[in-house]
């Protein structure tokens, strides 16, 4: 125990030494929870208070959805790096180095890039609601890993004092992390995908921006870009590949009102219409309000819209209607503890409940 100690020591003594010794500031690190309990219809209709919870055929319990450990560290004023982990599901969602050169910064590595405002623009214990909308998420299963991160790299620019803001991602797309030596073997799945996000916020005012993104993900052959086609047409590019989307964003901050609305349009060409042989369609707005009637807390309402129109099922739209409440118990002495409650509701195409599945959520979120 001696000797394990003594080593601890000397190693925490070189570590130390090695910061100072290169004037790097020392590592900072947070953490967070969140966990809560859900209940859904399933289905089935509301349980009658006089029945036994645990008899009804609905869905639900308590879950731990974020267990984080984030360390971060400057080796100067322009170079960092950061490193997030998800103890709970044992996975390391960001790890990427940054540098930045006056108005550009460049990243590499794991980490949530430029796309979707409503997905990649916003990190879990930063949302107004429990989830994403609906439709972020199904674009998030095509385009990015588990929590919309992926392996690649990224350019920002930022011009007018911070208030345009430009993000190139170009990452993988494909699920993988490749590491081979010798890529001769046969694989699981091709390692040649490519994702492509371009994104851009913009600020008009001290109360509104307005943004979107252009993205696709790219795994044709060289020769098929080429051909008898010019390299890089652009509308011959995009017809190549299976995967296209498009967002905008609108965002009005005006005291203790904010408002967000969002649409994205998606083609996947993996995925045929089985009645026409072209691709399938999805696309999916949203509009999000929250007022904030002072500091320990606000409820908020989110309306959204998504139609997956892939040929099989004529009426497969959605409406889900949300309404929220927020509680933080005390915002001066611990600003990282917060309660939210939310209510779902799910419509059918023609706005119609043909089958119950209204959902209730009770979440704690705590960050140190």
């Keep these: 125990m001696i000797l394990k100690n003594s080593a601890l020591s000397l190693c925490s003594f070189a570590i130390l030494g090695f910061l100072n010794a290169f004037a790097i500031d020392k590592p900072v690190f947070q953490t967070g929870v969140q966990m809560g309990y859900n209940y859904g219809q399933n289905g089935v209709g509301w349980p009658l208070f006089t029945q036994d919870l645990l008899s009804n055929r609905g869905r639900g319990g308590f879950y731990v959805s974020q267990l984080r450990l984030k360390g971060g560290i400057a080796f100067d004023s322009t170079f960092s790096a950061v490193a997030v982990g998800n103890l709970y599901t044992a996975d390391v969602q960001e790890v990427y180095v940054e540098k930045r050169f006056d108005k550009y910064s460049f990243r590499a590595g794991k980490f949530r ?3 979707l405002k409503s997905a990649s623009g916003t990190d879990e214990f930063e949302r107004t609601g429990i989830n994403a909308p609906y439709y972020s998420r199904y674009w998030g299963y095509y385009k990015r890993l588990i929590n919309f991160r992926d392996f690649g790299v990224q350019v920002e620019a ?3 004092g911070g208030n345009v803001k430009h993000r190139l991602f170009i990452h993988n797309a494909n699920r993988e992390n490749v ?3 010798e890529p001769s073997g046969a694989g699981p799945s091709n390692t040649q995908a490519l994702g492509f996000d371009y994104a851009l916020d913009w600020r008009i005012s001290p109360f509104t921006v307005w943004g ?4 696709a993900l790219a795994n044709h052959e060289w020769g098929e870009f ?3 086609h010019k390299a890089w047409e652009v509308g011959y590019w995009f017809k190549s590949n299976p995967l296209v989307d498009a967002s905008l964003n609108h965002q009005l901050d005006v005291g203790k009102f904010h408002m967000f609305n969002e649409a994205l349009l998606m083609y996947n060409r993996d995925l045929p219409n089985p009645s026409d042989g072209a691709a ?4 999916g707005v949203s509009s999000q309000v929250r007022f904030d009637p002072s500091a320990r807390g606000g409820y908020f309402f989110r309306y959204e819209f998504f139609d997956n129109t ?3 099922n004529p009426d497969d739209a959605l409406h889900l209607f ?3 409440g927020i509680f933080t118990p005390s915002p001066q002495s611990y600003p990282g503890l917060k309660v939210t409650g939310e209510y779902v509701r799910t419509l059918e195409e023609g706005a119609t409940n043909i089958v119950p599945n209204d959902v209730l959520f009770c979440q704690l979120q705590m960050v140190f």
Excluded: I
Excluded at 280 to 283: D, E, L, M, S, V
């Design 113 to 115: 890039g430029a796309g």
């Design 226 to 228: 080429t051909g008898t």
């Design 310 to 312: 892939d040929g099989y």
């Design 158 to 160: 930022d011009y007018f």
């Design 322 to 324: 949300t309404l929220g």
């Design 179 to 181: 590491f081979v030596d």
């Design 212 to 215: 979107g993104h252009l993205g």
């Design 280 to 283: 399938t369609k999805n696309w």
